[in-house]
């Protein structure tokens, strides 16, 4: 009786064009784009301003009413989907704050393809750059700690916000947005919030850092042998182009295959197939490292540490080279279904990890079809296993608790996380407990304390 | 009686060159470098372990005896010295754990000067760079949040830290030791012990974060007119420059003087005298950044943005420009006593800040001089306020307070924060509990999560 109590004070607290009980209305929330969740709910609740989200989290608190969180509903671990519980989705905070020349203040409703226009406005780059951007939200995108591709130069969300606005369950707000790049005035509360998956509070608003815009980008697509040529290449242009090296990511021959098979606007970057690719960007603010980039390739080339090189010469050209990586998760949809793991390791193992994980998972089911691309500047791989031609989806979906727990097994002994950047949710709540009973000790302390109820996202992380 | 009975349970538990209550050795732990503050204690630990620390944090939470942490014993705001508690020094916790090619895990006890040694073996640096570093020591940096010249290109400790080992007060260990770029398994609990002064636990390890060595520093002198000139030249460096400008510390005319009348190793940088000066840091990874810096402040001189240039054109020649800078907290200690700020405001408020404050305590009390000097990057300003000549020194300093309150409105009215880089400590205790009732008591959940009966510093913040 509960909820029902909380739903007619919400309706009776909130303005009407602040909530939905239309089935129709509430039916594209409740399904996430891999279409691994089926989730319901009796009420939406979509505040537009902080008040309101005080407003709503008072009466459910009080009508122990719990709230499941959601923003651009992107995420892959199904921690927006809510289960029964009142769903709150922020993406109707859209206003913007305040900015000054180095940071730029909004509500968590915008999506990351605003703040790229925002920033563009003032000759700035808000860095964080991955496919969803469309659609995910500052407020998503902080409490899952987003990653992409630009984290080889400027870090993941936690080293892109510089304050938050959250409301609490208690109702009570924890403000440290803020233009200040010193402040040592107490605890860092902001960085319990980011990477929390909504367990800890409700994300309003956020501080964001603005860099100065590159006057030079360098987009390459690279030929290699294998894994391991890529991970001396990392460390080569690492050194070498410290602060230029923005992206490199990993990407297998069969990724290229599948992509191309499912896109006609793309074409192959090379006449020849090769094992492996990489895609390389480099940002730079002089002429003089285009030169020198290019120089650097083709002795590469000459010394046959690459087997061949594309330089991007217009940005459409390198703007097709990027669709490319961009494209292979939604081209991996669409050939079948596939079990994912999304790891890291110490960068100098990812080619062990590809070489244990593929054979152990190809030993567990004969026939499947390993994919391992991504951010391998991050030691980070998406290792995507797609089903055999022979074995029905449901029937091969049903070995995925088994093989994730052979391929983590691998993870953890090489020293890494089974979780690099798409979080726990419901997905791998299990897991996490059982691998890490120590962390999520630790991790109650801090749930009792900002949430001891429960009341937020009540199903996740633990 | 708990304490003395958690001293003979110490003695007995622990090896006997880990600990002493000789009054002799135990005196240098006492006091800190600006006399400001003169500490006791009965009884002084110095762990070689891990475990150790364990041993001494369970003895003394079950005697219910409290524990003073101490790094090298070079904080500014009196954190680090006892009254009556046990001491806990960390500085002989000082084993290397483990190096990765981009980070390198030591124990609490190293001194940053060490960690630019282990790191320079590699051919790489660990970007902390400040005055005491040949005795502050990675807990300590740690546990403050430091910052120094480099934040401006690098951060703070915060954002050069990949992981921690604390002994929490129940004798539980968190350990987030770790040299992966990304994961996102749960909540991020190193941040929490990062800033926290050693109020939640004791970190006893740290993995840091190296960065590739820079082929080339520019290190500049440069006299301006005022410190909105300033400012100027740093948002337009910043976007000339953005990935080389690694250091910009603003200078006042009286810093200089005082520091040249107390050292004979240094020497004026002009000819002449100016009102204001910049120490200029580049670091860049090719030669023609050299032409283009040259280039840039040629058209400076030329366009008057500044007065006068000095490029050092020796490494000697940089290490005493670098030293004028690194000598004015030392010189002034020997001209006489100063009330001290250490404040931070969005950067293009600096000059407001410098000139609203210089005002109000000159109204305050005639005849003082204000010292504005530091960090204009991070609008971190030091403001050191020197005695007038005509009072006695503890008559001066009898209006700490409220000279701090008068200058702290001002912060507090451009946004700003009352502690950018020193932290609270003992300090600025009351004028956190004053200033921001809403943080502390959010502060204070995280306190109870970690250390609910206060047995770490328990004087300390709250």
């Known amino acids: 009786m509960t909820i029902t109590t909380a739903i007619k004070q919400l309706k009776h607290s909130l303005p009407q064009d602040s909530w939905t009980d ?21 009420f939406l609740v979509l505040p537009k301003s902080t008040q309101e989200v005080i407003d709503c989290v008072n009466i459910c608190q009080q009508q122990q009413a719990s709230l499941c969180l959601q923003g651009g509903n992107t995420g892959l671990v199904g921690g927006q989907i809510p289960k029964s ?5 922020t993406k109707n905070l859209v206003n913007q704050r305040q900015q000054t020349p180095e940071t730029l203040t909004v509500e968590a409703g915008q999506t990351l393809t605003q703040i790229h226009s925002l920033a563009a406005k003032e000759n700035k780059i808000f860095p964080l750059s991955l496919a969803s951007e469309g659609s995910a939200t500052i407020g ?12 080889v130069r400027y870090g993941s969300m936690r080293q892109l916000v510089s304050g938050l606005e959250v409301v609490l369950a208690d109702g009570s707000i924890v403000n440290t947005l803020n233009p200040l790049k010193k402040d040592n005035t107490g605890y860092a509360l902001t960085d319990n919030f980011i990477g929390a ?20 980008t360098n987009t390459l697509f690279v030929a290699i042998s294998k894994p391991q040529k890529a991970i001396e290449l990392y460390f080569t242009l690492k050194n070498t182009f410290p602060t230029e090296l923005s992206a490199i990511e990993l990407i297998p021959e069969l990724a290229i295959a599948w ?8 074409s192959r970057p090379f006449k020849e197939n090769h094992p492996w690719y990489l895609l390389i960007e480099f940002e730079s603010f002089n002429l003089e490292s285009n030169l020198k980039i290019e120089e650097c390739f083709n002795s590469f080339l000459q010394r046959k540490v690459v087997l061949d090189v594309v330089m991007a010469n217009s940005l459409r050209q390198a703007q097709q080279l990027r669709s490319i990586r961009e494209s292979i ?6 050939i079948g279904q596939s079990i994912k793991h999304d790891i890291s390791v110490p960068v100098e193992k990812v080619a062990s990890f590809i070489q244990l994980a593929s054979k152990a998972v190809i030993e567990y089911i004969p026939n499947c079809r390993p994919l391992a691309f ?24 049903s070995h995925w608790e088994t093989m994730n727990i052979i391929v983590h097994d691998i993870v953890v002994s090489l020293g890494g996380s089974i979780s690099a950047e798409h979080g726990i949710g419901i997905l791998k709540k299990a897991e996490l407990v059982s691998r890490y009973p120590n962390k999520v000790k630790h991790m109650l302390r801090l749930k009792n304390a900002f949430d001891p109820n429960n009341l937020f996202n009540p199903r996740l992380l633990f």
Request: aromatic residues 6%; proline residues 5%.
């Open 85 to 89: 519980e009142i769903l709150l989705s």
């Open 259 to 266: 992509v191309l098979k499912l896109t006609n606007q793309l």
């Open 197 to 216: 998956e909504g367990t800890l509070g409700v994300i309003t608003a956020a501080s964001l850092k603005l860099f100065p815009k590159p006057t030079h």
């Open 374 to 397: 991504g951010h391998i500047g991050d030691g980070n791989i998406h290792f995507n296993v797609m089903q055999p031609i022979e074995l029905s989806a449901s029937k091969y979906l």
């Open 22 to 42: 239309d089935i129709g209305l509430i039916a594209p929330y409740l399904r996430e784009w891999r279409d691994r969740w089926q989730g319901d709910t009796p």
């Open 329 to 334: 998760s939604a081209s991996q949809k669409k």
């Open 140 to 151: 998503g995108l902080c409490s899952t700690n987003a990653g992409g591709i630009h984290v």
